[in-house]
């Protein structure tokens, strides 16, 4: 049996000259027989490209014939009652704390005691679980959707990390995610979770500060690599389980006591 489409998309992979064209991307959307757009930003509004707020997609979605809805349970945010946060140095068990503010979602440096979003956490939370449970009564009436973010690389956004792959543990026998992206020659194409994973994992093993750590140096006396202090059954699932917390690392939220931070605004 063939399995069903799930598709996401960020919308600055349509940045032009004159902001986002959301004509194109719907376009797009209906060449992949998309039903609906579904947003998963946790708050559907952006002050950079006013023109990807809720209220502009709807009207775009209705003249495209492929509706808008918003699906805030599957945002990347979390309010400090959820227990979804840990702390930075129980995440990652290497030392390269501070974090600079530069690499960090919400722009502030991070510190080994800081508590931010676990996503692992975060994919058996109760709110997040209602977001998937209303992907699965989608793909039960034998709609498709495109789970869109900002982000245009899916490498960097949590519509990858932390929905979609949580969509094909669940669903995966009936249910794949293809992540809507442009090639080298700038043709509109997709790529899959697995792909996705070893994009990754290539990405932050030619990070300098990641070669500086010498994970796979082996000890002279105990005989044991830096990367054996990771979970897996063997190398590869190592090697998994690092570039997992080192991408929750550079991208968990925060923990805040306030849930009106403006700066949520820009990072979806």
């Not at 039960?140 to 690389?153: F, G, I």
């Amino acid at each position: 049996m063939d399995k069903q489409k799930l598709y996401t998309i960020g919308y600055t992979l349509f940045s032009g000259r004159n902001g986002i064209d959301t004509d194109k991307m719907f376009e797009t959307l209906r060449n992949y027989n998309v039903s609906y757009l579904a947003d998963v930003r946790s708050i559907p509004f952006s002050k950079q490209h006013p023109q990807c707020n809720s209220n502009c997609l709807k009207s775009v979605g209705t003249r495209f014939s492929v509706p808008y809805i918003h699906i805030p349970e599957l945002g990347a945010k979390a309010s400090p009652e959820q227990d979804v946060f840990s702390k930075a140095m129980d995440i990652f068990f290497d030392d390269i704390f501070p974090v600079a503010a530069s690499k960090r979602p919400e722009k502030t440096e991070l510190r080994r005691d800081d508590e931010i979003v676990d996503f692992n956490k975060f994919r058996n939370d109760d709110f997040f679980l209602q977001g998937i449970k209303r992907i699965e009564n989608a793909y039960d009436k034998n709609y498709t959707l495109a789970l869109m973010c900002s982000e245009k690389d899916p490498i960097n956004c949590h519509r990858y990390f932390l929905v979609s792959r949580k969509i094909e543990q669940v669903f995966g026998e009936w249910i794949e995610v293809e992540h809507i992206i442009k090639s080298e020659n700038e043709e509109i194409t997709t790529i899959t979770n697995k792909e996705l994973d070893k994009l990754l994992s290539d990405t932050i093993f030619k990070k300098e500060e990641v070669k500086k750590m010498n994970l796979l140096e082996k000890d002279l006396f105990s005989g044991e690599a830096k990367i054996d202090n990771y979970f897996g059954k063997d190398y590869q699932e190592k090697v998994q389980d690092f570039c997992d917390r080192y991408w929750n690392l550079m991208h968990g939220w925060k923990k805040s006591d306030n849930n009106n931070n403006n700066k949520f605004e820009e990072y979806d």
